[in-house]
């Protein structure tokens, strides 16, 4: 356990659907991030939060919407994906972002059918 | 692109074999850190190396940290089985994110 937990861990959905997976540390973090993790690629930034304020926005579709109501929670809000979007969701948190040790949740497996 | 590289892509050694991999990037970092990832799951800090420092030590992991070459590397000593598992470095070239590469797979035979 890192101390940052995410639900669910797996997640089959329909293109039509909507969804959310959710991410939550007691860590004291200010910084959190989703990362996206496909096969055989790099992680994927898509969204960074630092004090509940969205920093970065790597160009993500808008059918992924992030919520960050307070700094220990994190969420990101799925409809209409593709199947191309399957793949690992990893959260994470830290410090401060980019210059200290992030910690990772141990992710959602999302399947778009 | 910004992300490291990591050499070899997947690697495969006898158990109490050290290993190890290498770690390429391209800009100017502030740290380099080194992630571990067991199958489908989450990422674990492993070590932080700073841009002042040449090599770290924790445990059984040596990392080194060459700037000129912009490179970096991480040693496991006298593996175990259990350290089967995919390794990342992760740069901090500045401002709010890490930049990860795609890993080396390490598999360690009992």
């Known amino acids: 356990e890192t101390g940052v937990t995410q639900t669910p861990r797996h997640l089959v959905m329909g293109m039509t659907n909507k969804k959310s997976l959710k991410c939550e540390q007691h860590?004291?973090?200010?910084?959190m991030y989703w990362y996206k993790q496909s096969a055989k690629k790099p992680l994927e930034l898509m969204f960074v939060y630092s004090l509940e304020e969205r920093v970065e926005n790597n160009s993500v579709p808008s059918r992924f919407s992030p919520e960050c109501p307070n700094s220990s929670h994190l969420f990101l809000h799925l409809h209409t994906l593709q199947p191309e979007d399957s793949a690992l969701y990893l959260c994470a948190s830290s410090q401060v972002t980019g210059r200290t040790e992030a910690f990772f949740g141990q992710g959602t497996r999302l399947t778009v059918v | 692109s910004q992300q490291g590289e990591e050499d070899p892509q997947a690697l495969s050694i006898q158990e109490g074999e050290n290993a190890t991999m290498n770690c390429s990037y391209k800009?100017?970092?502030?740290?380099l850190q080194w992630y571990r990832q067991n199958s489908g799951r989450g990422l674990v800090h492993l070590i932080l190396?700073?841009?002042?420092?040449r090599e770290k030590h924790s445990g059984r992991l040596r990392v080194t940290l060459d700037t000129s070459k912009k490179s970096s590397s991480l040693l496991i000593t006298a593996s175990r089985a259990a350290d089967t598992a995919s390794y990342f470095c992760a740069t901090d070239p500045g401002g709010n994110q890490f930049y990860f590469g795609t890993g080396t797979s390490l598999t360690v035979i009992p």
């Open positions: 190396i700073r841009s002042n420092e």
């Open positions: 860590l004291g973090h200010n910084a």
């Open positions: 800009t100017s970092i502030n740290n």
